[in-house]
């Protein structure tokens, strides 16, 4: 066994800065107390915050090609009009809300496990994104997200001149 690899800021080492951010485990924590806390003062009332069946958080795959970022989400039961994507800053932000599902009456249930409720996910990518050109499809709920990335990184910089007073 290398020793590497049981050094966790070590283990991923060759892996990019931007597959580190969802596998790190501080990162994840730190993800999961920021959306404890958003709850919290969005009702501070509600007693349930750490409750496992409010947290809805579609799972993503991010991939890089030379050409573009591709994000993947997986939102099963919802519908492209309940999605609300965003690109601003270098941060894709996708966020919506699945309506939960009334339960009947005279209908005795054993296990409710499928998720309802909002999510947001806030992915960070790199400067060289050509924002003009994103395309988001959603199949089969399945949200696929193309960033095509800039084939000149001086394209995004802007000159600016110094006025002498």
């Given at each position: 066994?290398?020793?590497?690899?049981?050094?966790?800021?070590?283990?991923?080492?060759?892996?990019?800065?931007?597959?580190?951010?969802?596998?790190?485990?501080?990162?994840?924590?730190?993800?999961?107390?920021?959306?404890?806390?958003?709850?919290?003062?969005?009702?501070?009332?509600?007693?349930?915050?750490?409750?496992?069946?409010?947290?809805?958080?579609?799972?993503?795959?991010?991939?890089?090609?030379?050409?573009?970022?591709?994000?993947?989400?997986?939102?099963?039961?919802?519908?492209?009009?309940?999605?609300?994507?965003?690109?601003?800053?270098?941060?894709?932000?996708?966020?919506?809300?699945?309506?939960?599902?009334?339960?009947?009456?005279?209908?005795?249930?054993?296990?409710?496990?499928?998720?309802?409720?909002?999510?947001?996910?806030?992915?960070?990518?790199?400067?060289?994104?050509?924002?003009?050109?994103?395309?988001?499809?959603?199949?089969?709920?399945?949200l696929t997200i193309n960033l095509p990335k800039i084939s000149d990184p001086t394209q995004k910089k802007k000159k600016i001149s110094i006025v002498k007073k």
């Open positions: 066994m290398v020793m590497k690899s049981l050094v966790p800021w070590k283990r991923d080492e060759k892996r990019s800065d931007l597959a580190r951010f969802s596998d790190d485990p501080l990162w994840q924590f730190r993800d999961r107390m920021n959306r404890y806390l958003d709850s919290f003062w969005r009702n501070p009332f509600e007693l349930d915050l750490l409750e496992e069946n409010d947290i809805f958080l579609p799972r993503i795959d991010l991939s890089e090609t030379d050409q573009e970022y591709t994000v993947i989400v997986d939102l099963p039961g919802m519908d492209e009009k309940d999605i609300d994507l965003s690109y601003s800053r270098n941060v894709l932000s996708i966020s919506g809300k699945k309506e939960e599902e009334k339960e009947e009456k005279d209908r005795q249930y054993h296990r409710i496990e499928r998720y309802s409720g909002q999510f947001r996910r806030d992915i960070p990518l790199q400067e060289n994104i050509d924002d003009s050109k994103i395309e988001a499809t959603f199949k089969n709920g399945v």
